[in-house]
């Protein structure tokens, strides 16, 4: 029995620790290169990803509930990242993170119908779901999530499962 209580809190506490920040260099670098594929202000919006059993939810919110503007950047933004990435087309995230990103060569070369990729509008923006029945592309969607963690530290959190729908 004690056995199965330390196996439990060992995976809960897997999921909830944080992901270290990239170095601030880095985290300047991933801003400079982020300001040509993101259309919306990150000082003004928050990234959540949300890791969950068969994949993760990613979402972009205004820090403002009124900011029409952002909310319509973001949505058009997220919109065009999951009709790209529905296609095999993940050169966004190459462009800001490199293509050595963790999870992005596992992502970029799932065989079709293997992964699940839907966007959705919020009242304060918009997320994307990633969702797979195959254990090696969860695995890259989670990787791919820490990655934007870590080089997105200034401007993201990580998400609760319980939290990821509006």
Known sequence: MKKVAFLALALISTNVLAVEPASEARLDEVVSHGIHV???????TLHVFTKVEKGGVQQVIVKDKNDAEQIALIRQHLSKIAREFNQGDFSNPVKIHGDKMPGLHVLRTAEKGTLSIIYKELPDGAQ???????????????????????????????????????
Do not use: C, W
């Open 38 to 44: 993101m259309p919306f202000d990150l000082e003004k």
């Open 128 to 166: 994307i779901d990633y969702t797979s029945e195959k254990a090696d592309l969860v695995a890259a969607i989670h990787q791919f999530f820490d990655a934007q963690l870590s080089d997105h530290a200034r401007h993201v959190v990580s998400g609760h499962a319980n939290h990821h729908s509006k």
